[in-house]
């Protein structure tokens, strides 16, 4: 989901549904709304036919007390640089995150974009194929974690655990205290292990064609 609508300002919910709608036709997107939305956002995209699609905890760590990161014996963690070592990262992403593997070069070329937002992508390698993704915002003074995607068959050993802690371990390099992502139901009990706290939510709404 590379595609959505995270706050509106300054105009009324009814035009800024006609703006979204005309600027994203033909992609699906999603609305997200929560503590620093606007007061009624919620209530008057239901109004408009919305569906709530998805319920997100926002999850925060004090990234100076974690613990450092071990990294399973067969797993290398590399970043990410390059149009191949990229096809490879959203190639690995694509199953886990709902993207068409056969519709990927539109975003390869999105992800190439996104380099001037200050995007750290690291790429977990076993047996010289990328199995596992993960992405670390730096934009902000918080520090943002994204994108975390393990291929089915190389879930439960401990292989996203690392990769989130690699880019913690970076971020607290980077002078940043305090992280944040928003958790998926699986991915919640697995941040939650690692010293992350819900401090917030977003509601993910989907509107009417």
Same mark, same amino acid.
């Given at each position: 989901?590379?595609?959505?609508?995270?706050?509106?300002?300054?105009?009324?919910?009814?035009?800024? @549904?006609?703006?979204?709608?005309?600027?994203?036709? =033909?992609?699906?997107?999603?609305?997200?709304?929560?503590?620093?939305?606007?007061?009624?956002?919620?209530?008057?995209?239901?109004?408009?036919?919305?569906? *709530?699609?998805?319920?997100?905890?926002?999850?925060? @760590?004090? @990234?100076?007390?974690?613990?450092?990161?071990?990294?399973?014996?067969?797993?290398?963690?590399?970043?990410?640089?390059?149009?191949?070592?990229?096809?490879?990262?959203?190639?690995?992403?694509?199953?886990?995150?709902?993207?068409?593997?056969?519709?990927?070069?539109?975003?390869?070329?999105?992800?190439?974009?996104?380099?001037?937002?200050?995007?750290?992508?690291?790429?977990?390698?076993?047996?010289?194929?990328?199995?596992?993704?993960?992405?670390?915002?730096?934009?902000?003074?918080?520090? =943002?974690?994204?994108?975390?995607?393990?291929?089915?068959?190389?879930?439960?050993?401990? @292989?996203? &655990?690392?990769?989130?802690?690699?880019?913690?371990?970076?971020?607290? *390099?980077?002078?940043? &205290?305090?992280?944040?992502? *928003?958790?998926?139901?699986?991915?919640?009990?697995?941040?939650?292990?690692?010293?992350?706290?819900?401090?917030?939510?977003?509601?993910?709404?989907?509107?009417?064609?």
């Amino acid at each position: 989901m590379l595609n959505g609508v995270l706050r509106v300002r300054n105009q009324p919910l009814d035009a800024a @549904i006609k703006d979204a709608k005309r600027r994203l036709d =033909g992609t699906q997107w999603l609305w997200w709304v929560g503590a620093d939305s606007d007061h009624g956002t919620a209530e008057g995209l239901l109004a408009h036919g919305a569906q *709530q699609v998805a319920d997100l905890p926002v999850m925060a @760590i004090d @990234i100076t007390t974690f613990t450092d990161p071990v990294t399973p014996a067969d797993l290398k963690i590399r970043t990410v640089g390059g149009r191949a070592e990229m096809e490879e990262y959203v190639q690995a992403y694509a199953e886990p995150l709902g993207f068409d593997p056969d519709d990927l070069k539109p975003v390869v070329e999105r992800e190439l974009d996104f380099g001037y937002l200050d995007v750290v992508r690291l790429a977990g390698i076993v047996d010289g194929g990328t199995v596992a993704t993960c992405a670390l915002s730096l934009g902000t003074d918080v520090a =943002g974690i994204f994108c975390v995607a393990t291929a089915p068959e190389y879930r439960r050993r401990g @292989i996203a &655990t690392a990769l989130t802690l690699e880019a913690l371990r970076i971020a607290r *390099q980077s002078g940043r &205290t305090v992280a944040t992502l *928003q958790a998926s139901s699986d991915g919640e009990p697995v941040y939650r292990r690692l010293g992350f706290e819900t401090v917030s939510r977003y509601r993910l709404f989907a509107l009417p064609a």
